[in-house]
């Protein structure tokens, strides 16, 4: 009977001592062999700058609608503020144009308003992408809106 228990004994000593080594070398290895690293966190703060309201009108099935939408654009880099902050009369103009070629419907609805969210990241970044110092912005976003 004491053969058995010790028998018992070992062999329970030596599956749990098994698992342990296979947890190891599965799991724990499998996080870090071949695993991409962690991306860097930017840890820099935002830096916000609003673009004054730009006033649009519409024609919609014979009577004049004005739309009005503030915009600001949001950065990490503070050279990238500073150039916002110097072009805004030029950054306005493209959003007018901007506003000007959408549908009044679309601009209208929540999808719309995504894209033309969308259509202001990629303008001011085409605008800026090839000046003296790296551009960068994070988002645009629409901070005011009204239709009259």
């Known amino acids: 009977m004491n053969k058995f228990i010790l028998i018992g004994i070992v062999a ?8 342990a ?3 190891y070398f599965l799991v724990m290895n499998a996080e870090t062999e071949g695993a991409e690293p962690a991306p860097k966190l930017d840890k820099r703060a935002f830096i916000y700058v609003e673009i004054p309201p730009i006033v649009a009108n519409f024609d919609v099935k014979g009577k004049m609608r004005y739309v009005q939408i503030t915009t ?13 902050k110097n072009n805004i009369p030029l950054i ?12 009044f ?6 999808d719309g308003k995504a894209r033309f ?20 912005i994070e988002r645009a976003m629409i901070t005011g809106f009204v239709i009259q």
Request: glycine fraction near 8%; proline fraction near 3%.
């Open 12 to 19: 329970t000593v030596l599956l749990a001592g098994g698992a």
């Open 21 to 23: 080594a296979a947890y």
């Open 72 to 84: 600001s654009l949001q950065t990490r880099d503070a050279d990238s503020g500073d150039t916002i």
């Open 92 to 103: 306005q103009s493209d959003l007018l144009t901007l506003m000007q070629g959408a549908d």
């Open 105 to 110: 419907n679309e601009i209208n609805s929540a």
């Open 117 to 136: 969210i969308k259509q202001i990241e990629k303008s001011v970044n085409t605008m800026f992408k090839d000046g003296p110092k790296p551009f960068e």
